[in-house]
């Protein structure tokens, strides 16, 4: 497991964009992957990105795709979350988190890292 720190929430207004930003500490191994989720009010958790920590290879949520942007880098131990164009259904609370599975997956359950959220607002 590794230890993660999520910042850069904020109130934003509709088509504003935010980066978000993870700390990542502890022992990373090669074939970490790194993802953000979010869970909105009265919502289930669900999948927005996922990278691997070597390599480039990423997977996005329909929802998201071409408004987000998952990076990382790698000398900082930091994974960031780019969003653009932002709307107000992309109000959440935004948890990084991380597997030790090789696979890029959108389930809750195969991570087993997860930092303590940041807030999102979207104003429309």
């Known amino acids: 497991q590794v230890q993660l720190v999520e910042s850069g929430g904020g109130l934003v207004q509709a088509g504003d964009s935010l980066r978000l930003s993870c700390a990542v500490s502890g022992r990373i191994s090669s074939n970490r992957v790194m993802a953000w989720f979010r869970q909105g009010p009265g919502k289930e958790r669900e999948f927005v990105a996922a990278i691997r920590w070597i390599g480039i290879s990423t997977n996005y949520a329909d929802s998201v795709k071409g408004r987000f942007t998952i990076s990382r880098d790698n000398a900082k131990n930091t994974v960031f979350l780019q969003m653009n164009s932002l709307k107000a259904e992309d109000t959440a609370v935004y948890y990084c988190?991380?597997?030790?599975?090789?696979?890029?997956?959108?389930?809750?359950?195969?991570?087993?890292?997860w930092g303590q959220g940041t807030q999102v607002t979207v104003s429309s």
């Open positions: 988190a991380s597997s030790g599975n090789w696979g890029l997956s959108p389930i809750v359950n195969v991570y087993d890292s």
